[in-house]
């Protein structure tokens, strides 16, 4: 059976002013199934963002091959992967992205604008079902600069999900937020990721959140390994000062050492 | 379908939502739609007032004029020219219709009796030339079977009799020896200061009480003009025919035919209208460089909403369409308030001052002027849209995202 996203020996590569070549990601290979929770860690700088991109269709491989349900993705028109990533992919950034001057409603039901049928002739009920579904259907009225932080990630997760994607990527989902907000947001996109059995693939720093998922992997100058997080741990790791190795793969020790890639 | 509807919906909410930006871009091209609408919908009146002033002088487009003349004939070829009037009226279905005679009556007046320039006309000519007393009425059908002849006469005329309105019921006595007594049923203002006793009776009158003076012998007209108002594509057809229909009633006769066309206000219609449009086009066009300014300043703040928007779905072909419908529909907007405006102009003009005697047929808000502004507006606005849609476009949508 395909995998819902897989990619196999990716790079990605840019040139730089000088002409010399930046390798972002080398040989990146990666599985995720549905109904799957993923998270990559690493630091920042290492591609973390380059790879999320490439896995929401934002952005393609420089070589290396991207399976979208076992379809190359680079055989796809720009077209059907603009309209697949609407449909098949939810986003949901560090920086909330909310689109100021709309209201919590209006936000969430942005991207059914995109979609066809029911789906868009029905945007305000769905976008004001999704934010009930999130414990804002009092705040649907409400602008997003009136909205406590947690509040603005939890519409961002609605606006994520409403369109009933089956891959949400989360960049940094908790990155902007104190770390018992952060840990409902992560609840509650777990809990819906679970209940719509959409593929989460989380991208972190932050090794509590990153123990929540099935898999972990860690992303060290463009080379993604698996690593095994325990939540334990992660959760001890709170107390402990900044620089100790806090992964079960002794290799993040490593990783704290490496030099910062810019990409 | 849904994505037509959902890139208006998506352009309505950014004008919504971006209102005072886009009332500020857009008080250009508002008000260059009220100029253009406004303008050419004010020279429609003027061109109107021109034309009612030029027909109240030589009558409606086309009035025939058809004048019959002879040297040696008599009277009784002008009853036979007269009666073939009547014929040619009626075959040829022509609906208003009036003989004109200019003639001089004797008027006993309260300083003696006075010779005074009279028209002798049928009722149709008032409808002809808008002739609108300001005191009483013109003349009816019902008033060429009245039991004394009425007069319409100018206020000199009323002044002469020792009369300054109508409340009496004024009379004057016409003819020499043998006067009837005529009443007075309206009165036209004189069209200049110190202008003479004049007025107008029924050309049956002038007949049935032998108020006619010897024409021939004044060196007058022996026979009465035809005036006729005809449809404009069968003028010339019509003089000729009717010339002809004369001149076999009576050899001899010669008959002259001229008409109003070469008169009228198309000239100034023409050119003002051009002004208009090229005044209004070229404020169109500076508030749209204004559109095009803000809107790409806009694009640029909005590189990060655009991005996320590329993250829904948004397709290239979706980006640049709602970024140019932005503009097309700030524009229809600014372009249907510009229209509002225009219309309340007009309906604010006072008519009566400023076109002095006031337009009878005051002509209807022009439509195709409204139409071609909100036109205008709407291709203004779709012009101003394609540079900053083109930008959005380009907008790489990591990049965008990272903003």
Do not use: C
Request: glycine share 10%; hydrophobic share 45%.
């Amino acid at each position: 059976m395909s995998a819902m996203i897989e990619l196999a020996d990716v790079t990605r590569s840019v040139r730089l002013p000088d002409d010399r070549m930046l390798h972002i990601l080398r040989g990146v290979d990666l599985r995720v199934d549905e109904g799957e929770h993923v998270a990559v860690v690493g630091r920042s700088g290492t591609g973390k963002s380059t790879l999320l991109n490439i896995l929401g269709l934002l952005d393609s491989p420089t070589t290396g091959q991207y399976l979208l349900e076992g379809v190359p993705a680079h055989s796809l028109s720009q077209r059907t992967r603009t309209r697949r990533r609407g449909r098949d992919f939810g986003f949901v950034f560090q920086q909330f992205q909310l689109l100021p001057g709309r209201t919590a409603l209006e936000n969430v039901a942005a991207p059914l604008l995109y979609a066809t049928g029911r789906q868009f002739w029905s945007r305000s009920r769905l976008a004001a079902q999704m934010l009930d579904r999130v414990g804002l259907g009092d705040r649907v009225a409400t602008m997003p600069d009136k909205l406590s932080g947690g509040e603005q990630q939890r519409v961002a997760i609605a606006r994520a999900l409403v369109r009933g994607p089956r891959v949400i990527l989360a960049d940094e989902p908790t990155g902007a937020l104190d770390v018992e907000t952060g840990s409902e947001v992560m609840d509650l996109l777990d809990e819906i990721a679970a209940q719509t059995g959409a593929a989460l693939v989380t991208i972190t720093h932050d090794l509590a959140v990153a123990a929540r998922a099935d898999r972990q992997f860690r992303l060290a100058d463009g080379v993604l390994v698996p690593v095994a997080i325990d939540a334990a741990t992660a959760d001890w790791v709170g107390d402990v000062p900044m620089g100790r190795p806090v992964v079960a793969d002794r290799s993040a020790a490593t990783e704290r050492r490496l030099p910062a890639v810019s990409p | 379908m849904t994505g037509l509807v959902g890139a208006v919906v998506e352009a309505w909410d950014e004008v919504r939502i971006h209102k005072m930006r886009v009332l500020l871009a857009l008080i250009g091209v508002a008000s260059a739609v009220a100029a253009i609408t406004g303008v050419t919908a004010a020279v429609q009146m003027l061109a109107q007032a021109y034309q009612e002033q030029a027909e109240r002088d030589m009558g409606r487009s086309v009035t025939l004029n058809i004048q019959a003349w002879s040297s040696t004939a008599d009277a009784t070829d002008a009853d036979r020219i007269d009666a073939q009037y009547t014929l040619a009226l009626e075959r040829y279905g022509i609906e208003y219709a009036s003989r004109t005679l200019y003639t001089q009556l004797p008027v006993r007046l309260p300083d003696g009796t006075r010779s005074v320039d009279m028209q002798a006309v049928d009722p149709d000519l008032g409808v002809i030339r808008r002739i609108v007393p300001d005191q009483g009425r013109w003349f009816t059908d019902a008033d060429t079977e009245s039991f004394a002849p009425v007069l319409v006469v100018n206020e000199a005329m009323l002044a002469a009799i020792g009369e300054t309105d109508l409340s009496t019921r004024p009379t004057a006595l016409l003819g020499g020896d043998a006067s009837v007594r005529a009443t007075i049923i309206g009165v036209m203002a004189d069209r200049w200061p110190g202008e003479m006793a004049s007025g107008y009776l029924l050309y049956d009158h002038l007949e049935r009480w032998e108020l006619n003076p010897d024409q021939a012998a004044m060196g007058g007209q022996l026979v009465p003009t035809l005036v006729a108002w005809v449809p404009p594509d069968q003028a010339e057809a019509l003089g000729d025919l009717i010339t002809s229909d004369v001149q076999a009633a009576a050899p001899g006769w010669m008959v002259d035919v001229y008409d109003n066309r070469e008169g009228g206000s198309a000239g100034l219609d023409g050119a003002a209208r051009w002004i208009a449009i090229g005044v209004g086009g070229f404020a169109l066009l500076l508030g749209g460089l204004g559109l095009v300014n803000i809107s790409l300043v806009t694009v640029r703040y909005r590189i990060r909403e655009i991005g996320i928007r590329r993250s829904f779905g948004a397709t290239s072909g979706r980006v640049f369409f709602g970024v140019l419908m932005e503009s097309v529909v700030a524009t229809v907007v600014a372009g249907l308030v510009g229209v509002v405006l225009a219309v309340a102009a007009i309906k604010a003009i006072p008519v009566e001052r400023l076109f002095g005697a006031g337009l009878q047929d005051t002509p209807p808000f022009p439509v195709s002027a409204a139409l071609v502004g909100m036109a205008a507006a709407g291709a203004v606005g779709a012009l101003a849209g394609i540079i900053p849609a083109t930008v959005a476009v380009r907008v790489r949508v990591i990049d965008a995202i990272r903003y």
